[in-house]
């Protein structure tokens, strides 16, 4: 993943890159797939071996078949404690001679003697400097050995010849005497491709086992994601920015699948693979390792220090996208002000400081991981100079054997390998963090509205009351928008809400909806307080017409129905003929299974509101709710609803929020309101008489015209 794929920061704030809450909320997300997380780590560990494998078969070729070599020992030389250490550390590992005094021992053993004993061999000369090679006696050994019988001595099973007269044979008598470390040689590479193979077999159902787990947690989390926002209440949605809750679902949940697909992964088997290493080297040499680990704590100290400058940098680089995307999203939503008063250059500038902005941040995060990944590089290339220094000076001593020294190089690569990859792992895992605590502050709101136990059942009548009782309400703590509202609507009647701009008549139709709760005072829908009505029984007997219509991608006949299954073909057709919609679906060429666009696409403002009316008829519903049904149509289309209305309320209760006073005309009864109080109601013709508030809002549309 690249740096800064997917948002980190959001409104300025940046999260912590390590919280152990959030860790451990992760890790509950992960119970129900520890069957498979647990083959996953499995695998991981038989890879992580066979990797680990590969520098040891490197260092027995080397010692066991490469270079097999011994030293011949003067035992007369040497003081008896010395001679008894070697006989004692060495004793099955002596190639013994026809000469009591001396003996033969391979190189490779030298260094399991302690290093004290073999110094003082050394300085009293008891050890001869020129190697002798070692074969195991054979039948082609034999044949060389007739054709040159100086130049080899045979004990037991070992037969020995100087290193310098190997020069001295013909490659054919050379490749017969070698015959056995060739064929030796042959199955370690047989081994070694095999073990490659095996490890990348292992690798793929390792990487596909995590890879499903990682889906089905990131399927699960969205899906409880998903219903969580479904279920809370209408001011969670005022709270919170509808781009902003995109992202929670999308790219935060992408978020944490590249952490536990990527970082997650790397990081259990870079720990496997880490420990492993340094078992093993502790194996082949504790002096080694340990003058190799001395860089460690100089390589942990660089990391932190990389870490604190890599999150500035990434706060910074955040900080920069976050006012970019505002800036842009400002751009979108205005262009028509921008367009209208030519004001594109302007904006273009402004967009042009930001983007330099933040381009210059990138460019100082990309400084810091210029220095880091470097600096990792020239760590390991010093860890490999120190091997060759004081390995290669072990080796020369003979307390290290020349394939245990190359598989230190080996191993040494391999241990730098994951902290070269620490720089990307940090940013996903920083990033992922972030996303975790956005997403679990999402799922840990209770904005939603409260559901009782046992629900009061509606009556089962044909026609509902409504009724508000001293109810208070507003969307803001400091704001009140209802003051102490009360009035009853009997059933079957139809009623209007009207009132200037911000008086609260929307707020009424969210109240009979129950999109919310009053502070105070109760709203009662056939004399049960919504409160402890079923959700499911109330959307049964209710039904809204809004202003802006919500129209999905899809065909017509599931806009209309919206999955309801109460909805049956007889009603569907009832609701296209009563609105008037039938008219235009018929028209079209698939009629109701024709293809829509999300928003409406390829429908008039009209036919979108047509079928928001057939949608609520459809259900068959006690109430029907309009809340400025014919405010945003043109007048052609407004005239057709019109017809449609009176036949849509028919035999039922309505209650009608207008703006174009013209449509309420015909209601049983109209309350006006204003500044979040009734102050009027009554007919038309008697609000007219009173000459009050109802009235000044006639002649004003009037004047209009």
């Excluded at 220090?305 to 920069?320: K, N, T, W």
């Excluded at 009724?467 to 009360?486: A, H, M, N």
């Excluded at 307080?529 to 809004?546: C, E, F, H, I, W």
């Excluded at 039938?582 to 409406?600: A, D, I, P, Q, Y």
Aim: aromatic share 8%.
């Amino acid at each position: 993943m690249a740096w800064g794929d997917f948002g980190y920061m959001e409104d300025g704030r940046l999260g912590k890159p390590y919280d152990l809450g959030l860790l451990t909320r992760l890790a509950a997300q992960a119970k129900g797939k520890l069957k498979l997380i647990g083959l996953a780590g499995f695998l991981i560990l038989l890879s992580t071996g066979l990797d680990l494998l590969l520098p040891y078969l490197t260092k027995t070729a080397i010692d066991d078949y490469i270079v097999r070599q011994a030293l011949l020992v003067d035992l007369a030389k040497a003081g008896a404690a010395q001679v008894k250490a070697l006989k004692q550390g060495l004793d099955r590992k002596i190639i013994s001679t026809n000469d009591p005094g001396k003996v033969f021992v391979p190189e490779k053993a030298f260094k399991d003697l302690d290093p004290r004993v073999l110094a003082r061999l050394r300085a009293d000369g008891a050890i001869a400097k020129e190697p002798w090679h070692i074969v195991s006696s054979g039948p082609g050994v034999s044949e060389v050995m007739e054709a040159r019988p100086g130049l080899f001595k045979e004990y037991g099973d070992r037969v020995l010849i100087k290193s310098s007269d190997l020069k001295k044979l013909s490659p054919d008598n050379l490749y017969k005497l070698r015959n056995s470390d060739i064929t030796g040689l042959i199955w370690l590479a047989v081994i070694f491709l095999g073990a490659c193979v095996l490890a990348a077999g292992l690798g793929f159902f390792q990487q596909v086992i995590l890879e499903r787990a990682g889906q089905e947690m990131m399927f699960e989390l969205r899906q409880k994601l998903y219903a969580h926002i479904l279920s809370r209440a209408p001011s969670f949605f005022t709270e919170n920015a509808v781009g902003n809750l995109t992202t929670r679902l999308t790219n935060d949940v992408q978020n944490l699948n590249e952490m536990y697909r990527n970082s997650i992964i790397a990081l259990c088997k870079d720990v496997v693979l880490l420990t492993g290493i340094v078992v093993v080297l502790l194996l082949l040499d504790v002096t080694l390792t340990l003058v190799c680990l001395v860089l460690v704590p100089v390589i942990a100290v660089a990391a932190w220090f990389f870490a604190r400058l890599a999150r500035e940098a990434f706060r910074a680089l955040q900080g920069h996208l976050g006012r970019i995307n505002a800036r842009f999203q400002e751009t979108i939503s205005g262009i028509s002000v921008l367009k209208l008063f030519r004001a594109e250059d302007y904006s273009a500038n402004a967009f042009s400081r930001l983007n330099n902005a933040y381009f210059q941040a990138g460019m100082r995060q990309i400084k810091v991981f210029a220095v880091f990944m470097p600096l990792a590089g020239f760590f390991s290339n010093l860890a490999v100079a120190l091997i060759i220094w004081y390995g290669g000076g072990q080796v020369i001593q003979d307390r290290l054997s020349l394939g245990a020294l190359a598989a230190f190089l080996f191993y040494m690569q391999m241990f730098f390998r994951p902290v070269r990859d620490v720089a990307e792992k940090y940013n996903v895992l920083q990033a992922a963090m972030a996303s975790a605590e956005r997403i679990f502050n999402i799922m840990d709101n209770q904005t939603a509205l409260s559901v009782v136990a046992k629900p009061s059942p509606f009556p089962d009548k044909e026609h509902l009351t409504v009724c508000f009782e001293k109810v208070t309400f507003g969307y803001l703590p400091s704001e009140t928008v209802l003051q102490d509202i009360s009035f009853a609507i009997p059933a079957g009647e139809t009623w209007a809400v009207v009132g200037p701009t911000g008086a609260g008549k929307t707020s009424v139709v969210n109240l009979v909806l129950r999109l919310y709760d009053p502070w105070q005072g109760r709203v009662f829908l056939d004399g049960v307080d919504l409160r402890r009505a079923d959700p499911l029984d109330l959307a049964a007997k209710v039904a809204l017409v809004p202003q802006e219509v919500f129209i999905k991608s899809g065909t017509i006949k599931h806009n209309i129905t919206l999955g309801r299954e109460r909805v049956t073909e007889e009603n569907l057709d009832m609701a296209l003929s009563v609105t008037g919609a039938g008219e235009f679906v018929n028209r079209l060429e698939k009629g109701l299974h024709t293809k829509v666009g999300s928003g409406g696409q390829g429908l008039s403002a009209g036919q979108r509101q047509l079928i928001a009316l057939a949608r609520a008829l459809a259900g068959d519903p006690g109430l029907l709710v309009l809340d400025e049904a014919t405010s945003a149509v043109d007048p052609v289309s407004e005239k057709q609803i019109q017809r449609a209305l009176p036949k849509v309320m028919q035999g039922r209760t309505s209650l009608v929020v207008a703006h174009r006073l013209s449509t309420v005309r015909r209601a049983d009864n109209i309350l006006v309101m204003k500044k979040g109080r009734i102050c009027e109601q009554g007919t038309h013709a008697e609000l007219l008489k009173k000459n009050g508030v109802y009235a000044g809002l006639v002649r004003h549309e009037r004047l209009r015209g």
